[in-house]
């Protein structure tokens, strides 16, 4: 196939381009600055919200995978949230307009969204985790702070961008994604390692919150079955099907580390930890508890449903990469010349 990927210089779209393009398939990457990327993958620029000659890359495309907009590994300020906002619904109309104007549509086109679109889980009060059919969309959850509704606000005008695109030639479907635990240095995976690492990885608030959680392999294999099935549209959560309390994720990642204890942290210690990475602390105490309802009534098999099984298989590909890219390292340093007065 032919699979444009706008915003696919990021972790998630490393993983999936890198995939798509070890299948064989022609690979499309729109992103804002000039980038080399692995050999079969192409770069086009655009700036994410305007017409361009990246519309060409569109028309006559097998399917468009829209992975834009700002990361949200950063503070919920005025200003960033903005354009965490703006990031992503003008991509989505953007994106949307190219294949409105294609004289060959794209017969399918997959829209990034986020699971956080769901409602706190603890305000449920029936235990009960959010899938595709019963879960309750967030944003009017009592005694959360005001930027948690937005973040479901941004998710909301996320999805409605895409739905709102007049493509009737093309199939779409919406990914409410989870946590995507990859090896790769910069994610939240080696983000939450080098917490455990450093003996931080403890309980947060309580650590009753629930994390939703997905392998990057399995994130790809639900990309390429959303890809290939027609029959497949609308939303869908892209999670394990076992979210786990956070205590239980930190401690499962300690035991894959091999770190035996690691400290809690009370909600203020987080904020604080949190304003000093400039992140926030939403990504820590938010209960989202999610699973993918209609991936397995699909008929998709996770290779990685258990958390502690899928930490010990991303740690051990971690140290993998880490020990590949030692002897690059050391191979890539310049010697010092000889001191000629040596031995003397």
């Not at 495309?61 to 992503?88: E, F, I, P």
């Not at 035996?260 to 990475?277: N, Q, S």
């Not at 140290?319 to 590949?324: F, T």
Request: aromatic share 6%; glycine share 10%.
């Amino acid at each position: 196939m032919k699979v444009v990927l706008p915003g696919g210089t990021g972790q998630v779209g490393g993983v999936l381009r890198r995939a798509l393009a070890r299948r064989g398939d022609d690979v499309v990457v729109l992103g804002r600055r000039p980038q080399r990327l692995e050999d079969g993958v192409r770069h086009v620029l655009w700036d994410g919200r305007s017409p361009g000659p990246w519309q060409d890359e569109v028309d006559g495309a097998d399917a468009v995978v829209n992975l834009a907009g700002r990361t949200v590994n950063c503070r919920y300020t005025d200003a960033n949230l903005r354009q965490m906002m703006d990031s992503r619904v003008d991509s989505a109309r953007a994106v949307g307009e190219a294949v409105a104007r294609a004289a060959r549509p794209p017969r399918v086109w997959l829209q990034m969204s986020t699971a956080t679109i769901y409602a706190d889980a603890r305000s449920r009060g029936d235990d009960l985790p959010h899938d595709e059919e019963d879960g309750v969309l967030g944003g009017e959850e009592p005694g959360v702070p005001l930027y948690w509704e937005y973040s479901v606000r941004i998710a909301r005008r996320w999805e409605r961008a895409q739905a709102e695109a007049d493509t009737p030639a093309t199939r779409r479907a919406v990914l409410r994604t989870s946590m995507v635990m990859t090896p790769d240095a910069g994610g939240v995976f080696d983000y939450l390692s080098t917490m455990a690492r450093l003996g931080l990885g403890g309980a947060v608030a309580g650590g009753e919150q629930f994390v939703s959680w997905i392998h990057g392999d399995d994130f790809v294999r639900a990309v390429l079955l959303l890809l290939e099935r027609d029959d497949l549209d609308g939303p869908f959560i892209l999670a394990a099907p076992e979210p786990v309390p956070q205590r239980e994720l930190m401690r499962s990642l300690r035991a894959a580390w091999g770190v035996p204890v690691g400290l809690p942290a009370t909600r203020l210690m987080a904020e604080v930890g949190a304003f000093v990475l400039r992140t926030d602390t939403e990504l820590l105490l938010k209960s989202r508890r999610v699973v993918p309802g209609r991936l397995l009534a699909a008929g998709f098999t996770f290779e990685h449903p258990r958390w502690a099984a899928a930490a010990q298989d991303l740690a051990a590909r971690s140290r993998e990469q880490r020990r590949r890219v030692r002897p690059r390292a050391a191979a890539g340093r310049v010697r010092p010349p000889a001191d000629p007065r040596a031995g003397r």
